[in-house]
């Protein structure tokens, strides 16, 4: 015993060392050991450096991937999202040591409102190993910012660290040693009149450049001095027409996006009137990337001055001359890394197979050896209270995570609806051009979307993001969104749900992926004073909060139901122990009684079930002398039985006239009934239980028998076997009536607290042999017949094929009137033991009203289909059989003709098939 026991520490051990080394290299085992490849995702940003490594945020924002110039994966990083809070990656610089910088953005537990951010660097190895800059948003008087704070242009200049701190219409440079964390304000360039920021670069003062939220980029110089460098006067181009993701090149040219000519544009601060495209919508297209007014990509600047386009899960990488260098949808796992990864998994594999033998040992070696019970009890039972716990937290944060979720998307529609009250459509018609940008009717609709959640700033307006759209000319322009990143009139993606919104009005809900996370929103229409469509009001939120909601409450389930869980178990165990004392008073007496001491009486006065136990313990060895007494006079009395029903049959006025050998043959109709699934309810109940249900069962279904001049002939457990010797219209209408009695006995059970219950019939007709079988010591009355087989198989079928009754050809040929049975025919039917196939017939007429109908209404295309498959015609029969199917959907046979039709489909029948349908 101390061996086994010293074995199954020792495996546990291990075991747990093996999940401990996993659970450290989680990382590891998120993909197949068996893909070397990293796909990129969603990717939000990318930077390559001097010596050409390549630098992505992905994963909507929560990784880093690092690529070196022969494109493996040298590290990834990853937020971990915990206390209620989101963490995001935004910005990237990277200096010749091969360190990188980011901006690591705090946002709130709904994925929203800025918290915080800082500056962290991360080693060549992927390690982060300093903060150089902190900044917190608690000011409630200060202005919110969404998902975007408000470091920007993160860049690295020899040892020098630069970034701008953006305060709405002004922005302040900083600059840092990369190995200082005291960075110095150098320059405030303030915005003229009515212009608010949209992106800045440069990093030296009179090189200082910013886009504005009205399309225009100027030149920041000291004394608060500014210069417009773009449009200039001549300079062609639309009124909505205006730069984004502006960037500055190592000679000092600009970079940017134009939405409206679908390019990615170039000029020259020193000649800015000579505007270059560096990528069009036409050579974009070439490499896979599309460039278009409402699908716009991200750009950086290399350290080669190259051009690097982000669009989804792609980067593309042009040189200074116009050619492509490299288009980059992933990395390449190392071969050191495929390694570890191998050896993660394969630890694992071990740990679970140690796992395994720890259970072998437990309860194969263990549990079989003569122990005390309350040792057994603890090693069966606080598994099973573990894991059913385990199971009841999973339940029930599944259900409350999709009833959050529903009201979620509910409450969204009820808001999104009141777009309409929310905002003057004649305004939201005027507005025309990036120059409103914060203009009185805009910060009217601000203010006025604001206000719908004034009344829950302490939640952080519990996760909302809201956004206002224009609709002109066919097209969904982006006009007021919570996202310090977007500017007006940027042309918004098409879909299908914004388009039933605009074109029908309709209020719609719907998911949305991007590089900023997984949302639900709805949308709303908005209409001018004419009732036309002029626009859409939108409210989401981001199912990452969500999530991070949900994962909270798991943990606090989890806390709670452990809590609970060990309370029980001491009080288990201790109440085990204290009936222990009295069971072994039991055991002795048993043991007595088993030894022949038939005089033994047990005392137990603990005044519960065990002394209960007791008492019928001294009762059943009273009995049991009485009985031993009884048995000794009356068991040579009995020694002979035939059942009364069969006199009459076997032509026999008394019992006493039958002998072994007595037999006739006649023609019946056979019956057999049986309780579905018995063997699982019977393990439930106690003896007595089973014997009170089955005569509760009989009780209630042998009088079908007997009113329709049938006779029952045998009682199983599960359910017995009737001879019907008239017409079989009785038969069959005893089979209905069953039927519909167990709707009624199953209201009976459900009132009583007891769960439903379900019966498979079959019925047969044939030639049979009713005779006296046994020997002359005992006699049993039997009925022998293939036909009785046939009955059973038919009985065994009902459930694969979705029927209560089934019954013969030979049932339905004998009907005189089958018009007033409710019937459908399933084909031909091969049966085990008989070579020729039976015809068989599912009788639904006593079935629940909804599934009669059901099986009415497919009736005439279910055979029609039957006819298809049985002269070999699978694709059309399988595609009758869905026809069924999507009608109900509740049709087993109709889902088993199914698959057997796209099987045959597809890879033809056997040289033996006939036409015949094959149930195991």
Excluded at 224 to 232: M, S, T, V
Excluded at 773 to 787: C, H
């Amino acid at each position: 015993m101390k061996k086994y026991i010293a074995a199954l520490l020792l495996v546990l051990m291990l075991a747990a060392g093996a999940g401990y080394y996993v659970y450290v290299n989680r990382d590891a085992v998120t993909s197949s050991p068996f893909h070397k490849d990293l796909p990129f995702g969603s990717v939000s940003n990318a930077l390559a450096d001097e010596q050409n490594n390549l630098y992505v945020i992905d994963n909507s924002k929560k990784t880093i991937v690092k690529l070196n110039s022969s494109g493996n994966v040298v590290y990834t990083v990853s937020t971990n999202d915990t206390g209620g809070e989101i963490y995001h990656f935004n910005e990237l610089a990277a200096d010749k040591q091969g360190n990188l910088y980011t901006v690591k953005t705090t946002l709130d537990s709904y994925g929203l409102t800025v918290k915080s951010e800082q500056i962290i660097r991360f080693t060549p190895e992927g390690e982060q190993d300093q903060a150089f800059f902190r900044k917190d948003y608690k000011d409630k008087s200060e202005r919110k910012r969404y998902r975007i704070g408000s470091l920007k242009s993160l860049k690295v200049q020899g040892d020098v660290l630069s970034f701008f701190v953006d305060d709405f219409n002004e922005t302040t440079l900083f600059h840092t040693g990369v190995g200082s964390t005291d960075p110095k304000a150098m320059f405030t360039a303030k915005l003229p009149e009515g212009k608010y920021l949209a992106g800045v670069a440069g990093t030296n003062v009179g090189q200082i450049y910013v886009s504005v939220r009205s399309g225009e980029i100027y030149r920041m110089m000291e004394g608060g001095r500014y210069e417009l460098i773009y449009p200039l006067p001549g300079i062609d181009r639309s009124y909505r027409n205006f730069p984004e993701k502006l960037s500055l090149d190592g000679k000092g040219r600009l970079v940017y996006i134009d939405y409206y000519g679908e390019t990615i544009s170039r000029i020259d601060p020193a000649n800015p009137y000579i505007v270059e495209a560096l990528l069009t919508k036409e050579t974009a297209k070439q490499q896979d990337m599309e460039i278009s007014s409402d699908v716009m990509p991200t750009i950086a600047i290399g350290a080669d001055d190259s051009l690097i386009v982000v669009h989804e899960g792609m980067i593309l990488r042009q040189n200074e001359d116009g050619t492509i260098r490299a288009k980059v949808t992933g990395g390449i796992y190392s071969a050191e890394t495929m390694g570890h990864k191998w050896f993660v998994w394969g630890l694992a594999l071990v740990g679970l197979l140690l796992l395994a033998f720890a259970v072998k040992l437990l309860y194969f070696n263990i549990m079989n050896r003569r122990i005390s019970l309350m040792l057994k009890q603890i090693i069966v039972f606080v598994p099973v209270i573990a894991i059913s716990m385990v199971l009841l937290s999973y339940f029930i944060y599944m259900n409350f995570s999709q009833k959050l979720e529903d009201e979620s998307i509910h409450e969204l529609s009820l808001l999104a609806r009141n777009g309409r009250n929310l905002i003057d459509g004649d305004k939201l018609e005027k507005m025309n051009s990036p120059l409103e940008y914060r203009s009185n009717d805009y910060k009217m609709f601000r203010e006025k979307m604001d206000s719908v959640f004034d009344g829950s700033e302490e939640s952080d307006n519990r996760g909302f993001y809201k956004a206002l759209y224009k609709y002109e000319n066919g097209v969904i322009y982006r006009i007021i969104e919570d996202a310090d990143d977007v500017n007006m009139f940027n042309p918004f993606p098409e879909t299908e749900k914004n388009q039933e919104v605009v074109k029908q009005g309709k209020i719609t809900t719907d998911r949305w992926q991007d590089e900023t996370g997984f949302w639900i929103y709805a949308l709303g229409p908005i209409y001018n004073s004419s009732g036309k469509i002029v626009g859409l009001f939108e409210t989401s939120k981001n199912m990452e909060g969500i999530l991070q909601h949900r994962r909270e409450l798991l943990r606090n389930i989890i806390q709670n139901i452990t809590v609970i869980t060990l309370v029980l178990l001491s009080i288990f165990m201790l109440m085990t122990y204290l009936m222990l004392s009295s069971i072994r008073k039991l055991r002795s007496s048993a043991i007595a009684i088993s030894k022949g001491n038939w005089d033994t009486v047990v005392n137990i006065r603990t005044r519960d079930e065990v002394s209960d136990l007791g008492d019928s313990f001294n009762m059943m060895a009273e009995h049991i002398r009485g009985y031993i007494a009884k048995v000794t006079r009356v068991s040579e009395a009995y020694y002979r039985f035939v059942p009364q029903q069969f006199l009459k049959y076997l032509d026999k006025d008394s019992i006493l006239e039958v002998q072994l050998g007595d037999q006739v043959e006649q023609e019946m109709s056979i019956l057999i009934v049986n309780i579905r699934s018995f063997y699982l309810l019977s393990k439930r109940l106690t003896p007595e239980e089973n014997f009170n249900f089955i005569n509760s069962f009989l009780n209630r279904f042998g009088p079908y028998v007997r009113n329709h001049d049938g006779l029952i002939n045998k009682y199983a457990g599960a359910g017995f076997m009737a001879l019907f010797p008239n017409v079989v219209e009785q038969a069959l209408l005893s089979c209905i009536g069953m039927r519909k009695e167990l709707d009624l006995y199953n209201v009976h059970r459900a009132n009583s607290g007891y769960k439903p219950i379900d019966i498979g019939i079959g019925l047969h007709k044939g030639p049979l042999r009713l005779g006296i079988i046994g020997e002359e010591q005992r006699l049993e009355g039997n009925v022998i017949s293939d036909d009785v087989n046939l009955a059973n198989e038919l009985e065994r079928l009902t459930e694969p094929l979705g029927a209560s009754i089934l019954v013969s050809d030979f049932i339905i040929q004998s009907l005189s009137d089958r018009s007033i049975f409710q019937y459908r025919c399933l084909g031909l039917i091969r049966v085990e033991g008989k070579e020729e196939p039976l015809q068989v017939f599912d009788v639904y007429h006593g079935e629940s009203d909804t599934a009669r109908a059901l099986k009415e209404k497919t009736k005439t295309l279910f055979e029609q289909a039957v006819v298809l498959y049985q002269v070999g015609r699978f694709y059309d029969a399988r595609e009758a059989f869905v026809q069924v199917i999507k009608i109900n959907r509740q049709d087993k046979a109709a889902k088993l003709y199914f698959y057997l039709c796209d099987e045959y489909f597809q890879n033809g029948t056997t040289e033996e098939w006939n036409g015949t349908l094959f149930v195991s």
